[in-house]
Every structure is written in structure tokens, then in C-alpha cells.
């Protein structure tokens, strides 16, 4: 089974610099030896968000109790709290009859659809790079989750150096009675990751 995953990021950043806009100032009169001028700067950085560090996720059952896919992450902010929120989105490729005609397009499932066949995931969430901790959040095919509460993990180091390189972890699972059912073949999906300011 392959999960494939991508993010959105919008990293806005604004500079002004205005010699009208503000309080320059502007010589009145020519100068012989010299002349001088003033203009102020102004300059904003807004609340920035990114995720990095993605990767596709894939695995082979093998007839065990359930199957696990996770993906370990680099989250940053400059807020000063280093808090935001995560919203997860699934996309079923499902279409046709069969078992596809319960699951949703945007649900937390992959599908085969050549068999009409989709098998549904639990989606969890952690604001550190480990299994302890993590969060359940969204149920096999239900459509896209937010975390409740803000998530405190976020590092300052667009490239989490402090943090060893990820410091979030996301996590799909599913379960035997599922995979066990399912005909065999290939199943595919996709989960998107958005990142939100706290609340």
C-alpha cells in the first residue's frame, strides 16, 4: 500500500520602503558643498508557517495485526509562542461501485479502481518526532480533521536543527480486520497537510 502525501505554505513577507509614504525628508534649497536627505524604513514579518521534510509512505502487509505508516517532520513558526495548528485532509482516488460507494473523495482512504475496493486509515498527530504522545484525530474515511488544541512543538530553525530535523511525527494506521478483507492488489491515496495559526 502507498500513501502519498503533499502540504501547502504560504509564506507571505512584506517590505516597505517609501520615501513619500512616511516621514522623509527632502532638502529645500541647491547646495554648493553637499546635500541631505532622510527616509524612514519600515519593515513587517508576519506570522510564518512551513512544513518540511516529506516524505511518500509505503508499505507490504504481511498478515500482522495492523498496518502502521508515519512520516517524521520539520515544523516551523516565528510566533512567539512557537504554537500553530495542523489540518489533515485525506484524498480517496475511490470511484465506481463496490465498497467505493461509501467512501467519500476526500476521505482517509486508499483505493484500487480497478477492484471498487478502499481501505480506510486512523489519522494521529504528535508536535514531537515520537510514538509517545501522539493524538487521535481523524476515523477510517471521514473527511479532513484540525487538531483542538494548539500544538506547542513548533521550532524556531526553519530547518529544526535544534531539533535533531523533525520534530513532529504523523501517523496513519490500519486495521487487520480491513487489510484482511480487502482483494489484493495495489492502493493508493494521498493526505495533505496544512499548517494554521493558533487559536
Not at 51 to 57: L, P, R
Not at 159 to 169: D, L, Q, V, Y
Amino acid at each position: 500500500m502507498e500513501a502519498k502525501w503533499k502540504c501547502y505554505i504560504l509564506l507571505p513577507f512584506v517590505l516597505l520602503f517609501s520615501s513619500s509614504l512616511f516621514a522623509a525628508t527632502n532638502p529645500t534649497n541647491p547646495s554648493e558643498s553637499s546635500s541631505e536627505g532622510s527616509s524612514d524604513i519600515s519593515l513587517t514579518i508576519p506570522d510564518l508557517y512551513r512544513v518540511s521534510g516529506i516524505d511518500d509512505m509505503s508499505i507490504t502487509y504481511d498478515g500482522g495485526s495492523f498496518a502502521d505508516l508515519y512520516d517524521d517532520l520539520c515544523i516551523y513558526t516565528n510566533n512567539a509562542t512557537s504554537e500553530y495548528n495542523v489540518r489533515i485532509q485525506g484524498s480517496s482516488t475511490c470511484t465506481g461501485g463496490g465498497d467505493c460507494t461509501s467512501t467519500p473523495s476526500d476521505s482517509f482512504a486508499v483505493s484500487n479502481d480497478s477492484l471498487s475496493y478502499s481501505i480506510g486509515y486512523l489519522v494521529y498527530w504528535n508536535d514531537q518526532a515520537s510514538a509517545a504522545g501522539l493524538t487521535y484525530l481523524g476515523a477510517k474515511k471521514a473527511s479532513a480533521v484540525t487538531t483542538s488544541t494548539n500544538q506547542t512543538g513548533a521550532s524556531t530553525h526553519t530547518s529544526c536543527t535544534p531539533e535533531g530535523g523533525t520534530n513532529a511525527r504523523l501517523r496513519l494506521l490500519f486495521f487487520q480486520i480491513d487489510l484482511a478483507a480487502a482483494p489484493s492488489g495495489t492502493y493508493t491515496g494521498s493526505v495533505t497537510l496544512t499548517l494554521l495559526p493558533p487559536s
